[in-house]
T-cell receptor
């Protein structure tokens, strides 16, 4: 059974810092990995999707990497802003496109 | 392109009552999912539809939860009778097909509080 772990559970940083969120998984038989953002009381917004054959994806200040052999993914946020404050979730797509989620990292960027 | 629509946004009911949630996926998306997100946890898949057929309902508490997707478009998730531990956000998502590697898009969710 796939287990997804996100570290740290919570993170508080001053504005402008670069930061890294970590996601680890136990079964490398995945189709893709998605990083989502969730604001309080809201649904999930897809940030980046990395196919299993890819190593990384970039969108603006966000960069996500995937290392299937070690069972790890990282989400790098450059020059963090208060508007980046949210919960960040990683999810793995298994056979049938079923998503298995981690518990998330709560990020607070202080101005 | 319109996103995944869910209603209601919020619902408060007493235990042992029944409740229903509605989801309208993105037009043309064949695959529809219902997830349950308990506070402080990641979403957990309850049921997955491909068109109007069930692909995976292994984690759906079938003694109290039911879901249907008539005509392969809209879907309804029902809880009867509700328990306190059903308090959660219920998220609906859709994707273009069941195939590997397709991106899932989520609705705003329905926050259920059972008192």
């Amino acid at each position: 059974k796939q287990e997804v772990t996100q570290i740290p559970a919570a993170l508080s940083v001053p504005e402008g810092e670069n930061l890294v969120l970590n996601c680890s998984f136990t079964d490398s038989a995945i189709y893709n990995l998605q990083w989502f953002r969730q604001d309080p009381g809201k649904g999930l917004t897809s940030l980046l999707l990395i196919q299993s054959s890819q190593r990384e994806q970039t969108s603006g200040r966000l960069n996500a990497s995937l290392d299937k052999s070690s069972g790890r993914s990282t989400l790098y946020i450059a020059a963090s802003q208060p508007g980046d404050s949210a919960t960040y979730l990683c999810a793995l797509a298994e056979y049938g496109n079923k998503l298995v989620f981690g518990a998330g990292t709560i990020l607070r960027v202080k101005s | 392109e319109a996103g995944v629509a869910q209603s209601p946004r919020y619902k408060i009911i007493e235990k042992r009552q029944s409740v229903a949630f509605w989801c309208n996926p993105i037009s043309g998306h064949a695959t529809l999912y219902w997830y349950q997100q308990i506070l402080g946890q990641g979403p957990k898949l309850l049921i997955q539809f491909q068109n109007n057929g069930v692909v995976d309902d292994s984690q759906l508490p079938k003694d109290r939860f039911s879901a249907e997707r008539l005509k392969g478009v809209d879907s309804t998730l029902k809880i009867q009778p509700a328990k306190l531990e059903d308090s959660a956000v219920y998220l609906c998502a859709s994707s273009t097909r069941q195939g590997a590697g397709t991106e899932a898009f989520f609705g705003q969710g329905t926050r259920l509080t059972v008192v």
